[in-house]
């Protein structure tokens, strides 16, 4: 196991984690969570060896071998595959001893002794397991063999983290994994990490990835260094329980919670606004647990609100885009309409960035007609833009380059809510971390106040705190957004609906994140062989009626029909969605009360098993109530609007 033994780590005068005792057992799987700064990777430095503790004790056994994703990859002739091996240092001595020994013809006592060693490690079956890796990073079959060098920066590091993974480690180090994948990969390997027999200590700051492949989580806050049970959900809530008495969660979180109840209040009887407002109460319900465990975030910011937006604001007509001529997505139809918030949805290499590119405007269409309407203010976000900020200015002057007239307080009371504070604020960009450079890059297209956000990977290396920050944001801001990301929790918070992007096509995709994992695994199976698996995209739900801020797009030829105009008496069904109200406010009244009293640490203390047992079941019970009647609420809600009432 790893033991730390009244631990202190530093980094020149500055002490990052103090007096810290932790045990890390075989097995575990630790995500280790704290903001930007907090001594992450200076941990991950000392487990390697590569610092030592200033005071206390760092131990771990000797014989582990130790596996951590490299940072640099060399332009190598050698093929993918054969570079991946590379990471199964016994595998490749082994090889290279039994090359040795057949080139000087020894006996075969030893050649028996290197072959049934090879065989213990799988050494037979180790070039199946590399091509397995590989595809589930995303690589084609083909790629295998094609050489290194041939990769760019992002594929390189997929191979280097293939490397990691083919290692059989002991104790397996992962730095953000998940910055260079795209949304199928992320949960093939999360998938793959949950079934990991080392232990594995990861950085991330992906909360679903975290819930997926973690069982413990460490958390160094304020030089502490303190281990929780559970994956990143169950440490919020433990947190959130430890932190409930302070003041300060309540005025912070009362303000998000006015926002959100607002727009229920405003939309809920809407069935056009039904799937939102729904989303909105699964938002609040989760908020009220979580949002304590971040009251100290030092980010705190909103989108100011937009100037009025035209109707249609984009339209896509027969469009064609790709590189180089060749495209890669075509006939794609599509209208933007004010209110609409939409996720792209696609495998990797299938065009989600060449979409969202086109809308912006910044490449053009090979075929067909791009159209703005009048007044549409894009927002455009995306990680190739972080090189244009100007690396011998700060924040403060990227911003009164912008806008000279407005007083310099206004603007740094601004860039303090993304913790550009004091010294901060006046710091040239040029030596930022790549997540402070994502920050700014976000402040300055808020600031211009868009219509239409456009957003692609918009959390690659920013941490948990600032995610949250931006969710929340998303989630009151009142213009359009196009959003591309591997961040589920992001995408199940802030988008309405969702495309797909396939197979050279742009379709409406009816179903939610989860239902599009389920797509992707189905559609892995067909490319395996197994045609009875072949995904259908938009026959895993009845198609939504369109709603009005709905995207138009050219529909997949799978489409189930429109659900069938109900007739008879609205009576029955306002009588209905009249209870359903009454039981959904009672339920969610008593569940709360619920949660709240398992998150409380001293519960545990004092409640025999059998209470314990009691309130986890009534606890599930009344989420399975909750999901139900919140669906029917939505199917009466439609019923309703097609009789005309509303």
Not at 171 to 195: F, R, S
Not at 452 to 478: F, G, K, S
Request: glycine share 8%; proline share 4%; with cysteine.
């Amino acid at each position: 196991m790893i033991q730390f033994r009244n631990l202190t780590l530093a980094r020149g005068a500055r002490k990052l984690i103090e007096d810290a005792n932790m045990q890390v057992h075989a097995g575990m799987r630790v995500g280790l969570v704290g903001a930007n700064g907090s001594g992450k990777s200076s941990l991950f430095a000392l487990l390697r060896g590569e610092l030592h503790a200033d005071v206390g004790d760092c131990e771990l056994p000797a014989a582990w071998r130790i596996a951590t994703v490299a940072q640099e990859t060399p332009a190598l002739e050698m093929p993918a595959i054969e570079y991946v091996l590379d990471g199964d240092t016994e595998l490749r001595e082994i090889e290279r001893q039994l090359a040795e020994a057949e080139a000087h013809h020894e006996g075969g006592n030893l050649l028996g002794e290197l072959h049934g060693r090879l065989n213990d490690i799988g050494g037979y079956g180790a070039r199946a397991r590399g091509a397995s890796l590989l595809a589930g990073l995303g690589f084609a079959p083909e790629d295998i063999e094609r050489p290194v060098a041939e990769f760019s920066g992002g594929w390189r590091m997929r191979l280097n983290l293939a490397q990691a993974l083919v290692s059989r480690c002991d104790l397996m180090l992962l730095d953000e994994p998940t910055n260079h994948l795209d949304l199928d990969a992320v949960v093939w390997l999360e998938k793959w990490l949950g079934t990991f027999r080392g232990t594995l200590v990861v950085v991330s700051h992906d909360r679903d990835f975290l819930d997926g492949c973690t069982t413990h989580i460490a958390h160094i806050y304020n030089q502490r260094l303190t281990l929780y049970t559970g994956n990143y959900s169950s440490f919020e809530t433990q947190r959130a329980a430890t932190l409930a008495v302070q003041q300060a969660m309540f005025e912070k979180q009362q303000r998000q919670i006015a926002h959100l109840h607002s727009y229920i209040s405003r939309f809920r009887a809407q069935a056009t606004k039904a799937r939102q407002a729904q989303s909105r109460i699964k938002a609040l319900d989760r908020m009220e647990l979580v949002t304590a465990a971040h009251v100290d975030a030092p980010f705190d910011f909103e989108f100011m609100a937009p100037e009025r937006a035209p109707d249609p604001m984009l339209t896509l007509e027969d469009v064609a885009a790709g590189y180089d001529d060749m495209p890669v997505i075509s006939g794609v139809r599509m209208t933007l309409r004010p209110g609409a918030r939409i996720g792209l949805l696609g495998p990797n290499g299938a065009g989600k960035s060449t979409l969202i590119k086109l809308l912006s405007g910044e490449s053009e269409p090979l075929a067909g007609k791009r159209m703005e309407g009048r007044g549409l203010a894009i927002g455009y976000f995306a990680q190739h833009q972080l090189e244009q900020l100007r690396e011998d200015e700060s924040p403060l002057w990227h911003l009164v380059n912008r806008e000279p007239r407005t007083r310099e307080q206004d603007l740094r009371n601004y860039l303090g809510g993304f913790d550009f504070r004091g010294k901060m604020a006046d710091t040239a960009v040029a030596p930022f971390s790549g997540g402070e450079k994502s920050r700014l890059a976000l402040a300055l297209m808020i600031r211009t106040r868009p219509n239409l956000l456009l957003l692609d990977e918009p959390t690659n290396h920013l941490d948990l705190e600032m995610r949250h920050a931006l969710n929340v944001a998303l989630a009151e801001y009142e213009g359009s957004l196009v959003l591309v990301s591997h961040d589920r929790a992001l995408l199940r918070s802030v988008c309405d609906s969702f495309l797909l992007v396939a197979d050279g096509a742009v379709s409406e995709f009816d179903g939610d994140v989860d239902d599009y994992l389920s797509w992707l695994t189905a559609r892995r199976q067909a490319q395996n062989g197994r045609p009875d698996a072949l995904p259908k995209s938009t026959e895993k739900t009845p198609r939504r009626e369109t709603r009005n801020n709905a995207p138009k797009v050219q529909r997949a030829p799978q489409a189930l029909p429109d659900r069938p105009k109900p007739t008879g008496s609205r009576r029955p069904l306002e009588k209905e969605a009249e209870k359903l109200d009454r039981d959904l406010a009672k339920w969610h009244n008593e569940k709360q009360g619920l949660d709240l009293r398992l998150a409380d640490p001293a519960l545990y203390q004092t409640a025999s098993t059998a209470d314990l047992r009691n309130m986890a079941a009534r606890q599930s019970e009344l989420a399975q109530l909750i999901d139900a009647a919140e669906q029917r609420w939505l199917d009466v809600q439609g019923q309703l609007e097609a009789m005309g009432a509303v």
